[in-house]
């Protein structure tokens, strides 16, 4: 069964600072994704990595992806109070398993 | 405009009293899935479909029923819910078409469902 783990589950940052989260999943896969999430809101999503060494980059996020160690990382560059939210990876197996799973999220304050 | 629509927003039922949540979708996405989502926890996977053929999760509860009768459309029937079963419901499509453009997954704002 497809395991997607996400570290760190908190993370307290100041602004301006950088920092990385780290996805890990279990078995080959299709699609990678990250999604941020807003309390009591739904999920937005952020990126969609398909293939070995994509990177995508909106304002301070980057997200990557190295399908032969099953990792994605997000990076984020000077954070600011805004960027606030829980950020969640989820992994699809794709191949006609599309079991879209998730990550247990990170959730991320940024301290002026 | 919104692409994936669930109804109702909010729904509080009582105790035992079947309850139904909907999704509607204007992408014409081949997977839709329905995910149960508790305070501070993350989205869990309850069950999905490609197409009319539906994956189960082995772990979700008998008590949850699913319908998809065409593309667009697809129900969440709780029969009988129980306390435990108040959260945030949320239904996602995407292509399954790998290497398709689309890849996107999106997701309904949410049905926060209470039961009393």
């Known amino acids: 069964e497809l395991k997607v783990e996400q570290n760190p589950l908190f993370l307290s940052m100041q602004e301006g600072k950088n920092y990385t989260i780290y996805c890990n999943y279990s078995t080959t896969s299709d699609r990678l994704y990250w999604y941020r999430q807003d309390p009591g809101k739904s999920l937005e999503s952020l990126f969609v990595l398909l293939s070995n060494g994509a990177v995508k980059q909106e304002g301070r996020l980057m997200a990557s992806l190295d399908t032969k160690a099953r990792l994605s990382t997000l990076h984020i560059t000077a954070a600011v109070h805004d960027l606030s939210a829980t950020y969640f990876c989820a992994v699809d197996r794709g191949y006609n398993n599309n079991d879209m799973r998730f990550g247990a999220g990170t959730r991320l304050t940024v301290k002026p | 405009d919104a692409m994936v629509i669930q109804n109702p927003r909010y729904q509080v039922t009582q105790f035992g009293k079947p309850v139904t949540l909907s999704c509607s979708q204007t992408?014409?996405?081949?997977?839709m899935y329905w995910y149960q989502q508790k305070s501070s926890q993350a989205p869990k996977l309850l069950f999905h479909?490609?197409?009319?053929?539906?994956?189960n999760e082995a772990d979700t509860p008998d008590n949850f029923q699913s319908r998809r009768p065409n593309t667009s459309f697809c129900f969440l029937d709780i029969r009988s819910p129980g306390l435990g079963d108040a959260a945030m419901y949320l239904c996602a499509t995407s292509s399954a078409m790998t290497g398709a453009e689309d890849t996107e997954a999106f997701f309904g704002q949410g049905t926060r469902l209470t039961v009393v």
């Open positions: 479909y490609y197409d009319k053929d539906f994956n």
């Open positions: 992408l014409n996405h081949n997977v």
